[in-house]
């Protein structure tokens, strides 16, 4: 066989959805390779592959690692070593010395597949034996309904909290160039052991709240907000918290039909509210996600400005643990831990550009209740 510990492994696409049982001889193509697997998120890009050996019991075929599937088909070389049919990579082998991690394709395209780890613990089998197989495929099908879904594979650690970093910028702050940098600088593996989040890495916002401070009871104390989506109907997004904060509880509530914020306030959560000035929120996100854990991190840059004074503005940098793409234990301990690493990363990369690397937790309730502070009459006709 080969001395190399890692192997990509191609194969008949009903091992992982199930379409046809398990053959005894199931045909398997080994491709040895050098690319050590991280702890949980692998991103394989053929182009970066260069020539490879693909390797089916004693027969062996060279090919280009970028020519494996062309037009997400298999090559030639693939077909002459397992026949015709929905030939697709499968698996990721990873031999630590104490034995075989394996790592299911969960997004397979043209120019690359993501893998993430099934194995809690790794198999004392070679590769090279095959006997690996029939567990791979089990623990992948006890899991088909997450790992085959397309965006279903992740989790969330801490249910039902929000945990971010705030940092408050003096404007003029150009946003989208700010943004356009740091995605740069993560492509460029300028934050090592993180990779953009596979095929969700850039998004883009712009959106209206209508936000009311909860005042009563006091159990309940924080915030609600109405957000129109584009089917006419609302999001509503509560968040409880007395004082701003790195960990917030929150809940997003989507389709809400509201035909007056006060009513269902009153009527639908039973709370006392006072109305805040309504504000249009630009944001540009970026979105990454650590290879060892699988959790998945943002870093957004907004412009809020006040809908009866767009002269006032607030400017900010937000880093927040979204969720986590892993089929084993999430580790929960590791998100404070990488979001503290990943704060001092970005505070190296505002303070490069002159804006503020001051960690904060400044919400955008607080500034809504300063603007009306400073300038009173933004509460008339609020209330």
């Keep these: 066989m080969t001395e190399n510990n890692c192997w990509l492994v191609l194969g008949g696409l009903h091992v992982l959805n199930g379409t046809a049982p398990l053959r005894a001889d199931e045909p398997l193509i ?32 060279r090919s280009e690692g970028v020519a494996l599937f062309p037009g997400m088909r298999p090559s030639q070389e693939v077909r002459s070593l397992l026949g015709d049919g929905p030939i697709v990579p499968l698996f990721y082998l990873s031999d630590t010395g104490d034995g075989l991690h394996v790592y299911s394709q969960i997004r397979f395209l043209e120019e690359d597949a993501c893998f993430i780890r099934i194995t809690p613990s ?11 197989l029939p567990e791979a495929a089990r623990l992948h099908g006890e899991q088909a309904l997450f790992l085959n879904n397309h965006q279903r594979y992740y989790r969330k650690c801490f249910a039902g909290q929000e945990l971010e970093y705030k940092y408050t910028l003096t404007p003029p702050v150009d946003i989208w160039t700010a943004n356009l940098d740091l995605y740069r600088s993560l492509l460029a593996g300028d934050l090592p052991g993180y990779v953009m989040e596979y095929r969700d890495e850039f998004q883009a916002w712009d959106y209206l ?24 109907k609302h999001l509503v997004k509560r968040k409880w918290y007395a004082e701003d904060s790195f960990e917030r509880r929150e809940s997003h509530t989507y389709g809400v039909e509201v035909e007056h914020f006060g009513d269902y306030i009153t009527d639908v959560l039973g709370v006392e509210a006072v109305r805040l000035p309504s504000f249009r929120r630009v944001r ?42 892993t089929a084993i234990a999430a580790d929960e301990a590791a998100v404070l831990d990488e979001i503290a690493e990943i704060a001092q990363w970005l505070e190296g990369f505002l303070r490069a550009r002159g804006l503020n690397d001051q960690r904060g937790f400044y919400s955008k309730r607080t500034f809504l209740k300063d603007s009306v502070s400073a300038r009173p009459e933004l509460a008339q006709g609020v209330r």
Excluded: K, M
Aim: include cysteine.
């Design 30 to 61: 080994l491709i040895p390779l050098e690319l050590q697997a991280p702890g949980n998120t692998l991103v394989l890009r053929w182009s970066d592959l260069g020539p490879v050996e693909l390797i089916a019991g004693d027969r062996r075929v």
């Design 122 to 132: 790794p198999l004392a089998e070679p590769a090279d034996s095959l006997r690996w």
């Design 209 to 232: 709240n209508h936000l009311y401070e909860v005042t009563a009871p006091e159990a309940e104390l924080g915030y609600v907000s109405f957000i129109p989506t584009t089917d006419g």
């Design 284 to 325: 540009y996100d970026v979105n990454f996600e650590s290879v060892t854990t699988g959790h998945v991190y943002g870093i957004f840059f907004d412009h809020c400005s006040l809908l009866d004074a767009p002269d006032v503005v607030l400017h900010q940098c937000e880093l927040e643990y979204l969720r986590s793409r």
